[in-house]
């Protein structure tokens, strides 16, 4: 059945333990994830947190969701504008973010890597996201789509070396630095 995006953010605010997600209308949980997939996802945040102005971004690791239409999704890792996140605060509200984002991140896990790629990818795209990032614990691989001025995006597979951030000058990941526990 159905649920309205109304009460998809009712669910999600009544049960903060569970991580819901809706697509096209229908609720889903996201699962847990292994130990791989959650070192590489605190690690990108602490890197992209530590090369950031709180003042301009704010870095969000599995919380906050961005929407497009009636589908919700968690990503593992985003960057917001400050003003965008400050919006919330005060409201009592579910952190959703409509409006595309600088860099949206997901980190393949065995129990969502087909979903992530057939379904969230391609979501991120249409919402017009800047950046999008597919990263692979254990093929040690970072996938980036940049968004070009014609709003096509532009596929580069990284497997070693650093990798620069289009959408947030200044930044960049070292990949032996964010595969060194795994």
């Known amino acids: 059945m159905a649920v309205s995006p109304a009460t998809y953010e009712r669910l999600a605010l009544e049960d903060p333990d569970s991580k819901w997600e809706l697509v096209c209308g ?8 292994t130990t791989e997939h959650n070192e590489v996802e605190t690690e990108l945040a602490y890197i ?11 870095v969000r690791s599995d919380s ?3 929407r497009k239409h009636a589908t919700y999704y968690i990503p593992d890792v985003f960057v917001a504008p400050t003003a965008a996140v400050q919006s919330f605060l005060g409201t009592g509200s579910l952190e959703v ?9 997901e980190v393949w896990s065995k129990s969502t890597g087909e979903y992530d790629v057939d379904e969230k990818l391609a979501e991120y795209q249409r919402r ?3 950046e999008i990032w597919r990263i692979h614990p254990y093929e040690k ?9 014609n709003g ?13 951030c289009a959408a947030l000058p200044g930044v960049i990941v070292d990949l032996a ?4 526990l795994v």
């Open 128 to 130: 017009g996201d800047l």
């Open 26 to 33: 229908r609720v889903r949980r996201k699962p847990p994830m």
């Open 64 to 66: 906050g969701r961005v």
């Open 48 to 58: 992209l947190r530590s090369q950031l102005n709180p003042a301009e971004y704010r």
């Open 141 to 149: 691989t970072l996938t980036s789509w940049v968004r070009t001025p």
């Open 97 to 105: 973010f409509e409006t595309a984002l600088p860099l949206v991140v």
């Open 177 to 180: 630095t964010l595969f060194a």
């Open 152 to 164: 096509t995006y532009t596929e580069t597979l990284h497997r070693a070396g650093t990798v620069t």
